[in-house]
């Protein structure tokens, strides 16, 4: 991997995503035209024309949002592995960088779902004994390459690791 390279989620995760934004949108599009050929066959006076233009326009607009949402939230986060640190970047309005020294990282572990392994993604877990918690990047491509480039990162010969005993 390239040094600053930002790795971001997983494109199949993205895929699925936008995708089942997609049925959702169509299955409340389809709820809203049952409801207003429900209304037009009760009651006569119903414009069913101006009813149907304002449910596609709305539905439109609620898809177009959606999808919108998820493409920049899924540009706007991931992860930049350095010799140094590795970085989280995310947001999409009010961005924000978190760093993390390898100093600091004691564990690193990968978790994968049986639909992770078949699209080759995961969890990455990074213990932070400093933070007294797991740092978690879910949806990561690639976990255990990442996870063993990482790993290999953490074992420099000349960096000090932090260390608490009990």
Known sequence: ????????????????????????????????????????ANNPTVNVDSLRIATNLMMTMIAVGLFATIILNWVNEGITIDDEEIAHKRGVLKSSVSTYPYTNIQRVTVEQSVIGKLFNFGTINLYTPLLGQDLVFHEMPNPHELAAEIKQKLNKPDREQFLIRR
């Not at 997609?22 to 207003?36: C, P, R, T």
């Open 1 to 40: 991997m390239k040094e600053h390279q930002l790795v971001r989620r997983s494109t199949a995760v993205l895929l699925f995503k936008v995708v089942l934004a997609e049925l959702l949108a169509e299955i409340i599009y389809l709820s809203i035209g049952a409801l207003i050929s429900f209304a037009a």
